[in-house]
């Protein structure tokens, strides 16, 4: 089982960045995709951003294409949420996610794919 520590949330006024960070440790990073979800009070888990084993392949939700990248170093086990131009939409818990399986992911953008989580990280972007 993969362990994931997330770091970097916090308060940020709109139009600000962040960056998200995510250390796994437990098995072979470099052989997974990763990704990222978020949820905010009272709405359901949503897909933000995954990237795969090799870091070649991206994938945003489309409410963050364009203010968001996702990346990763094998070397150093982490992957990384930066997020500019940040709106008070964005604010929200963010999770860092791994599959169980290597290699290919499937359905990245359903939070059953998704076996392992981080405890999240608070987002909070004022007006």
């Known amino acids: 089982q993969v362990q994931l520590v997330e770091s970097g949330g916090g308060l940020v006024q709109a139009g600000g960045s962040l960056r998200l960070s995510c250390a796994a440790s437990?098995?072979?990073?470099?052989?997974?995709?990763m990704g990222w979800f978020r949820q905010a009070p009272g709405k359901e888990r949503e897909f933000v951003a995954a990237?795969?084993?090799?870091?070649?392949?991206?994938s945003y939700a489309d409410s963050v294409k364009g203010r968001f990248t996702i990346s990763r170093d094998n070397a150093k086990n982490t992957v990384y949420l930066q997020m500019n131009s940040l709106k008070p939409e964005d604010t929200a818990v963010y999770y860092c996610t791994a599959p169980s399986r290597p290699y290919y992911v499937g359905n990245y953008q359903s939070p059953t794919t998704w076996t392992s989580w981080g405890q999240g990280t608070q987002v909070t972007v004022s007006s």
């Open positions: 437990g098995r072979t990073f470099s052989s997974y995709g």
């Open positions: 990237i795969s084993w090799s870091g070649d392949g991206k």
